[in-house]
């Protein structure tokens, strides 16, 4: 006996099963128990033992939503819906020019801030050093010049305009001031730096890496690649789109799974939970495969009753009736689509 339909009921969250399964469900109860061989999908559905649950068709992973880590324009997406792709392929990567400038700024930046250090460390390069030097002299001559010129106007006072005097007094200032800043860039050429500057040098390194290593950090992210190992299921964006992180799809660019191994998701009555036990061989139906069984077996059960996730469209079917969750792994090699209604069939 298969599924007759599947209606699902929008905003309720509730998903009609057939009426003939529930039919099954209630008429398996009195079925007389006829034993099977273990991986053979059963041939009477009259004369054997069985519980009939709805249930719905999954990945043995979870769904992966893959997405951007960083916002920007898909420059190219290299998977499509029922590739096959291994854990860490690149599935899609983004324009990378913003992100590479950040990073060549975050490295100049670094630069400079360990050229610093580095003359504070070392102190100033001999060639450094000389031309200080050879400028205080500079100075020192030029102010031996000014004063010598402006005593040879004192003592001509005069005979010469009172205007020369002051001129020549002018130039002696501007010469001590010239030697005056003269001898304090030697004296800081030549002097080690201070405890307080090194920190400082050494806190503003620190800063600067910190800065690159982010900026790296951000450019591998442009490059999107597979979580796991899996099939693409979904794809959600195309090159050319604009992804972003704070959208409300979260940069969502496709939807990976494992489909390697697929499990069917049942909702058992609750009072057929004493029927239940992990290892019982099963079969799983669906009105677009006609009579072909899909077999496995039990692997969970659930430790806690819930609610209806699957109803059937018997108009005195108690919506109120729980659950328990029971996962049923198909055996290998068997497929069908994610997401699918079935009819499960577990067999006492």
Do not use: C
């Not at 769904?63 to 997406?77: K, P, T």
């Not at 004296?187 to 503003?204: F, H, K, L, Q």
């Not at 919506?319 to 290998?332: R, S």
């Amino acid at each position: 006996m298969v599924m007759t339909g599947v209606v699902v009921l929008a905003g309720s969250g509730w998903v009609v099963w057939s009426r003939s399964a529930a039919g099954e469900a209630r008429a398996a109860s009195t079925a007389p128990a006829v034993s099977t061989t273990a991986g053979v999908a059963p041939t009477g559905a009259a004369d054997i033992s069985r519980i009939v649950a709805p249930g719905r068709v999954e990945p043995v992973s979870e769904e992966l939503e893959v997405a951007a880590e960083v916002s920007g324009r898909l420059e190219s997406l290299r998977v499509e819906e029922g590739d096959r792709v291994e854990a860490g392929a690149v599935i899609a990567t983004l324009e990378r020019a913003d992100y590479e400038a950040r990073l060549a700024t975050a490295r100049a930046a670094l630069a400079v801030a360990e050229a610093e250090e580095a003359r504070l460390v070392n102190g100033a390069r001999v060639e450094e050093r000389r031309e200080a030097r050879f400028a205080l002299e500079q100075a020192d001559a030029a102010l031996a010049q000014a004063e010598r010129e402006h005593q040879r106007r004192v003592r001509a006072a005069d005979v010469i305009p009172r205007e020369e005097l002051d001129r020549a007094a002018s130039d002696v200032a501007i010469a001590r001031a010239r030697q005056a800043e003269a001898r304090e860039r030697a004296r800081v050429v030549d002097a080690p730096a201070r405890a307080d500057e090194r920190a400082r040098a050494r806190a503003a390194i620190q800063q600067a890496r910190a800065r690159v290593l982010e900026a790296e950090a951000l450019l591998a992210k442009t490059t999107i690649r597979a979580p796991i190992a899996g099939t693409v299921l979904r794809v959600v964006r195309r090159a050319g789109e604009s992804v972003s992180v704070e959208g409300p799809d979260g940069g969502h660019v496709v939807t990976i799974a494992d489909v390697s191994v697929l499990r069917v998701r049942a909702d058992v009555d609750e009072r057929d939970v004493a029927h239940l036990a992990t290892g019982q061989r099963a079969y799983v139906t669906a009105d677009a495969y006609g009579d072909r069984r899909f077999t496995g077996r039990v692997i969970r059960i659930s430790e806690m009753l819930g609610r209806k996730n699957l109803r059937s469209e018997e108009p005195t079917e108690k919506v109120d009736t729980k659950v328990l969750e029971t996962l049923v792994e198909l055996d290998p090699g068997q497929r069908l689509p994610v997401g699918l209604r079935v009819d499960t069939y577990i067999l006492r």
